[in-house]
């Protein structure tokens, strides 16, 4: 028999679709997205590079969100400071300090190492157990959680600039404007 999926797991699921296929069509007001090439490339630090932006948010070849460091690691882009912020409320008393883990949890910036959006997501709405003979590990599952699940790609993008080394320990010193779409997006999924 099936597990049922909570309405707001289902939601969850429907709102990373739709959001996911708008990063590569056009938005409501039929604009398309800008896509980055040729030597005008907004360079970031670290291993990924964006490929497109829309609204503010980055992603990168694969249609994964990712950040945008610049400025030497002093500024970052609004989802990858939104993510900090939505990391040291929700994931901190875990997985430690800029996710460096703690005796609770792994790391995550060596687990984010080669790991997509979609793997992420997976864990993080259904959480994940780990059993050996010397210890058991439980993530609980966030599906449910409105102050995890509206910002899961803030997060992403944040332990993904944690974990290529493009952004160091501690809360970003700037940040790019706060997009209009993201205001929208949050309050539509806090509703």
């Not at 709102?15 to 007001?29: K, R």
């Not at 400025?71 to 460096?100: E, F």
């Amino acid at each position: 028999m099936k597990p049922a999926v909570p309405a707001f797991v289902s939601l969850v699921a429907l709102v990373s679709v739709c959001h996911a296929a708008g990063a590569a069509g056009p938005d409501a007001a039929g604009q398309r997205p800008v896509t980055i090439s040729g030597s005008a490339d907004p360079k970031s630090a670290g291993a990924s590079q964006p490929a497109k932006v829309q609204d503010g948010q980055y992603t990168d070849r694969n249609g994964d969100p990712t950040y945008h460091v610049s400025d030497g690691g002093r500024k970052v882009d609004w989802y990858t400071m939104s993510g900090y912020v939505r990391y040291s409320a929700n994931c901190l008393a875990c997985h430690g300090p800029d996710g460096l883990g703690s005796s609770y949890a792994p790391s995550l910036v060596d687990a984010l190492k080669g790991m997509d959006y979609a793997h992420f997501a997976g864990i993080v709405v259904g959480g994940k157990k780990d059993v050996s003979a010397a210890q058991d590990l439980v993530m609980p599952a966030f599906g449910e959680n409105r102050n995890v699940m509206c910002y899961l790609p803030d997060i992403y993008t944040y332990l993904r600039a944690r974990s290529d080394g493009a952004l160091g320990r501690n809360r970003p010193p700037e940040h790019e404007p706060k997009p209009a779409a993201f205001t929208k997006a949050e309050d539509a999924c806090m509703s």
